[in-house]
């Protein structure tokens, strides 16, 4: 059986190391107050980068496209992200394909644009529908290798 004095010291111990990381604020150790639920919400988590299902070297190639064309999309490393998507969303807009805001972020408009442009190069995506699905992911994939690639 544990001693009080032990008890007493382990409780001040726990209650202490729970102060410190505020669940029990304003606790002490003969009464804890009761836990405050914590208000939930769902946050959607974005990728840091979005290949649309490109490989690296598929993805440099891009880079290295949007980068020729003008458009700074940072580092050529093959993770498209928000640098880079702000560079094809600069370009896409330059072209008229109305990728909206230049946020980095690829939505709806982004995909549109996308598919716009991929579909006057040549490409079938299945139409203009602001979702990357399968038909869209490959036109990205076939134009990423065109002319051998860009970089």
């Given at each position: 059986?544990?001693?009080?004095?032990?008890?007493?010291?382990?409780?001040?111990?726990?209650t202490a190391a729970a102060l410190s990381i505020g669940t029990?604020?304003?606790?002490?150790?003969?009464?804890?107050?009761?836990?405050?639920?914590?208000?939930?919400?769902?946050?959607?988590l974005q990728a840091a980068f979005n290949n649309l299902g490109l490989t690296t070297s598929e993805a440099k190639s891009v880079q290295c496209y949007v980068r020729d064309a003008g458009f700074s999309p940072g580092t050529i490393d093959g993770q498209l992200g928000t640098n880079s998507w702000k560079a094809w969303q600069r370009f896409l807009n330059a072209l008229g394909y109305?990728?909206?805001t230049v946020?980095?972020?690829?939505?709806p408009n982004t995909i549109r644009?996308?598919?716009?442009?991929?579909?006057?190069?040549?490409?079938?995506?299945?139409?203009?529908?602001?979702?990357?699905?399968?038909k869209t992911r490959e036109a990205w994939k076939a134009f990423s290798h065109l002319g051998g690639g860009w970089c």
């Open positions: 059986m544990i001693s009080s004095r032990l008890t007493k010291a382990l409780l001040g111990t726990v029990l604020a304003g606790a002490t150790a003969a009464t804890a107050a009761p836990a405050q639920q914590a208000p939930t919400r769902t946050v959607a109305n990728a909206g946020d980095g972020v690829v939505g644009a996308l598919q716009r442009f991929l579909i006057y190069v040549g490409y079938d995506t299945g139409g203009v529908d602001g979702v990357a699905g399968t």
